[in-house]
């Protein structure tokens, strides 16, 4: 850094006054009643405006299925 590029405290801090992170709006889920960020489907139930987006039980079960199978192979572990 090149010393015409310094500037004051003052003027460093009147930048950063717009830095701040406001906190994001949760509403509750009309399906399951969870709090989710606004605008995005709910994680829980996989619910949107009143409708299935993604089946979320259906997804638990294939992950379940996933984790039991071997590796780079479609046999599962007994
Ligand atoms: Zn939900």
Redesign the pocket.
């Known amino acids: 850094m090149v010393n015409h590029m310094r500037h004051t405290r003052g003027h460093t801090r009147n930048r950063r006054s717009h830095h701040a992170l406001s906190a994001i709006n949760l509403t509750l ?6 709090p ?1 960020p606004t605008h995005i489907m ?1 994680k ?4 949107f405006k009143g409708k299935m987006i993604i089946d979320m039980a259906a997804k638990i079960d294939k992950k379940a299925i996933k984790a039991q199978t071997v590796k780079g192979t479609k046999e599962t572990v007994k």
Do not use: F, L, V
């Open positions: 889920c009309s399906n399951c009643g969870q989710n709910c829980n139930c996989g619910y």
